[in-house]
């Protein structure tokens, strides 16, 4: 790759590699990775959660979680990116246990954990039907002062409804009023196919109205749950 006498440096390697791997060209990033070896560069943690993300991002968690503990081995520290695209894979493959397990390593570590951390976790201990560990790290972001954000609501009343817990999904809505978030049309058919599913066909239409209150226009998805309780979302 050198040309004209002038070597890219590492920061211009770990831009390649990145491009690569963001376009899932991996063996394209893997053959500058080791170009950087063979010329003697050190890869730093930029480098390596770079090629972690892109592997991740392919469900290639075996990978993965080689290239992290050679970042160990080399005696780089695995920062706050880095274990959000771990927990992230895992949490793909839907396997809650291993995306836990680099969650307490976090902790351990005394990596900072930041919402995207807690939202990743939340949304598969919520599928996987861990509702109090759930609820317990939601407990967490709000005791460490972190703003939730439309995102973590989704995946709290999405995953909440999908489990039959429709008044703690209102619970959530509420919070969002207080907060002066407003839900999406998404959130709220959520909450309506929730309610239609139960039978509260009241209920369904109250929320329904809600909706219009806050000057939300009920898609065409609205409309097929209210008439027929058809809905993909979820």
């Known amino acids: 790759m050198p040309q004209n006498g002038v ?9 390649l590699i990145n491009g690569f791997c963001k376009s899932e060209k991996m063996d394209r990033a893997l053959k500058i990775w080791h170009e950087m070896k063979d010329l003697g560069l050190i890869l730093d943690t930029t480098a390596y959660c770079a090629l972690i993300d892109g592997f991740c991002r392919k469900h290639d968690m075996g990978r993965a979680s080689e290239l992290f503990s050679e970042l ?3 005696g780089l520290s695995p920062n706050t990116i880095v274990y959000n695209c771990m927990i992230t894979g895992y949490r793909n493959l839907k396997n809650t246990e291993a995306a836990l397990g680099f969650y307490e390593k976090m902790k351990e570590g005394g990596v900072h954990r930041d919402l995207s951390t807690y939202t990743t976790l939340i949304d598969v201990l919520l599928k996987d039907g861990k509702l109090l560990k759930a609820s317990e790290l939601y407990g967490g972001v709000l005791a460490k002062g972190l703003v939730p954000d439309i995102v973590l609501y989704s995946v709290l009343i999405t995953g909440l409804c999908n489990k039959g817990q429709i008044e703690n999904a209102h619970r959530i809505l509420k919070e969002m009023d207080k907060k002066g978030v407003t839900p999406s049309a998404l959130l709220y058919n959520t909450l309506i196919a929730g309610h239609f599913k139960e039978g509260n066909l009241a209920e369904a239409f109250r929320i329904h109205d809600d909706m219009l209150e806050k000057g939300l ?18």
Do not use: E, H, M, R
């Open 7 to 15: 070597s890219p440096n590492v920061n211009t390697y770990t831009s």
């Open 72 to 74: 160990l081995q080399a």
């Open 217 to 234: 226009k009920p898609d065409k998805t609205t409309y097929d749950i209210l008439i027929s309780g058809k809905f993909a979302g979820g």
